[in-house]
């Protein structure tokens, strides 16, 4: 994968089962979020193969791109949340434009909004802008909307950065509980330490409704840390 006369991306392969994590990482420009565009086909290899959910997807269309973007949730960096839109308008969006499939009822959309908004801890601001809650709500409900469609597939891309400590091992406990409720396969660019050691030695346990130390997750998490758009370990 080149970007004008600079190599981004080089010889990387890894493939990750469902309802497991791997955590990439590496320096600024070292190219993970780029390989994660390259996951979803907003970005063409110059070479090589990507298969997404089974399927190969380099030479398909943007169209045929559609159903199978519709099973992975994203949560992008900062969030990129739509301003204009409430917390509830924003999470429901993704339910109103899934490709190939009837749009849900009113109602429907709202109790499953509802559900996700719960699962996250934010029903209470349903009816806020983005720029009316905090940063780390903010990321919260990008979680919201990336898994209200209930993917088989997360992808999250720096979900961490630039929030405080407790805000930060908040968002990842959501990730944890999300793979280990619903087998929710994650892979997660990140530049926190702490992050990729969450996902790797804890679970979510659902009788004690918390995350606590477990070796069994260790076993379903990998890390791949990227150097110059090479996978050096």
């Known amino acids: ?36 565009k390259n996951a979803i ?37 900062e969030g990129a949340l739509f301003d204009s839109l409430t917390v509830e308008e924003n999470v429901a969006y993704p339910l109103f434009n899934q490709a190939g499939r009837k749009p849900a009822s009113a109602a429907d959309v709202l109790l499953r909004v509802r559900e996700t908004l719960d699962f996250v801890g934010l029903s209470r601001v349903m009816d ?5 809650i905090s940063g780390g ?11 209200v469609t209930k993917p088989p597939l997360m992808l ?22 999300q793979r280990d409720m619903a087998n929710t396969t994650l892979v997660v660019v990140t530049h ?15 009788g004690a409704a918390r995350i606590v130390r477990s070796d069994e ?4 998490t990998r890390f791949m840390i990227l150097r110059e758009g090479n996978a050096r370990f």
Not at 137 to 147: D, L, T
Not at 192 to 197: I, K, L, P, V
């Open 128 to 132: 806020k802008y983005p720029a009316e």
């Open 156 to 177: 999250y891309d720096s979900p961490t950065a630039g929030l405080d400590p407790i805000t930060a091992n908040r968002i990842m406990a959501l990730a944890i509980r």
């Open 1 to 36: 994968m080149r970007s004008d006369d600079r190599v981004v991306l080089n010889n990387v392969t890894f493939s990750v089962d469902a309802g497991r994590s791997v955590i990439i990482t590496g320096a600024a420009g070292s190219g993970k979020t780029v390989l994660l």
């Open 41 to 77: 086909g907003l970005i063409c290899p110059d070479s090589g193969s990507v298969r997404l959910l089974g399927h190969e997807i380099v030479h398909l269309r943007e169209q045929e791109l559609f159903p199978l973007r519709h099973q992975v949730g994203v949560l992008f960096q």
């Open 217 to 220: 997750a260790q076993q379903r």
């Open 192 to 206: 926190r330490r702490q992050d990729g050691a969450l996902l790797a030695h804890y679970r979510y346990d659902s």
């Open 137 to 147: 709500m903010q990321r919260r409900v990008g979680i919201a909307r990336a898994a």
